[in-house]
């Protein structure tokens, strides 16, 4: 196999997107769309892929880092252009470039492996992907001759009527012999439009004589671009049709699949239920035999096995096994639930860890808090963590007892097996194996009997 780089073209504002964001980098299933390309090449080379970016090259520079390769493409003056400004960044090895766009996320690896092994086994100039399909998409026109050699592309606004009857595509993704390739490029005519376009080269071959050979990609799908909003969600609409799929086929149970919404980087167990409505986005991990929803949101999120979530929203959390929540409660930012943990509904967790087998109330907030194991919180229950200027912390160690409507204000610690008494506003450290009750809290069975927790004074 020859020694092969890739250049991906991005430098195209996608006017037609009607967007301040670069076209690339809309996401699509919780990517960016030039990520599932770049996702695509990644298997077929070993070195960093080129990317030619020009508008919101910052923006695509700021979000992908040092994945790929950057080069920009000060003035847009065509596809053709666009490699040329790539020359200086491929390697020089290089003796295959594969060129493909950065908006078509449905290329597979499959295919661009079998274009790349066309290409090196027939020794050809070029090698170009085609497709067969009745909507035109905008794309140029394979030309052949009678015996079905490449004689070139003509472009969709340069088409006759007859040429536009063709159903044989150009996709955009060629590989070519670099040598060629690099002694060409400069050669390219300047377009009516100010432009040097990519596919004047087949021309250029065919004329010269060389070799030019087009495969059809089996399923067209892949060959889908993005040049508006419908495009994308169309695309969209493919790309989580597949992902439902692989799910159902990995074991798991969509109960209406179509109201289901799984981003790319989901990971679901076997023998996990969801129900529907329910949205499971960005780096999340859900364990086995867990059920999900309906109506529910679980965002860069880990749930583990045997739970179950119900018309709740889970963001930035880990819970483990054999935990319940809900419904309509909310896991913010830093949330831990540990094993056997029951949140009731309306309840919220924020920045916090809630020991093994803590049963939490309904309406009731736990926010830069400390939860031993065993800790029961009533109904209602508030840590007031924040005191206008910083969040302080709260520790409810392992075994207390908290009433319904108990406000805790932080910093504050309720020892081991603690009892708080219903609407009790507690401002001072409870002792362990201590009563604390009233407002402001005092504690019962302390040395000098009604003392108020944590003071001095009889």
Partial sequence: ??????????????????????????????RPMIQYVLDAVAELVEQKAVLVVGYGAEVIREQLGDAVTFVVQEEQLGTGHAVLQAREQVPELADTILVLYGDMPLLSTATLQSLVDTHEARRSSITMLTCIHDDPMGFGRILRDEDGHVLGIVEESDATSEQLAIKELNCGVYCFDATWLWEHLPRLPLRPKGEYYLT??????????????????????????????????RVEGILRQLIREAVMCAGVTLIDPTSTYIDSDVQIDQDTIIYPNTHLQGNTVIGANTLI???????????????????????????????????????????????????????????????RGVRMGHFSYVGDATVGADVNIGAGTVT????????????????AFIGSDAMLVAPVRIGARAQIGAGAVVTHDVPPDSTAYGVPARVRGSEKEGEQVGSSDT
Avoid: W
Wanted: charged share 20%; proline share 4%; net charge negative.
């Fill in 200 to 233: 004047d080269l087949v021309g250029m071959a065919v004329d010269g004589g060389r070799p030019v050979e087009a495969i059809v990609v089996d399923d067209a799908l892949e060959t889908l671009g993005i040049n508006d909003r419908l495009h994308l969600a």
């Fill in 1 to 30: 196999m020859g020694r092969l780089a890739v250049v991906i073209l991005a430098a195209g504002q996608g006017t037609r997107m009607k967007s301040r964001l670069p076209k690339v980098l809309h996401p699509i299933a919780g």
């Fill in 293 to 355: 929803g309906p109506n529910t949101i679980v965002r860069d999120s880990t749930i583990g096995d045997n739970c179950r979530v119900e018309a709740s929203v889970i963001e930035g959390a880990v819970v483990e096994n054999d935990v319940s929540i809900g419904p309509f409660a909310h896991l913010r930012k830093g949330a831990h639930l540990a094993e056997g943990v029951h949140m009731g509904n309306f309840g919220e967790v924020k920045n916090s860890y809630l020991g």
């Fill in 384 to 399: 007031c963590n924040y005191d206008g200027v910083k969040k302080n912390p709260t520790v409810i160690e392992e075994g």
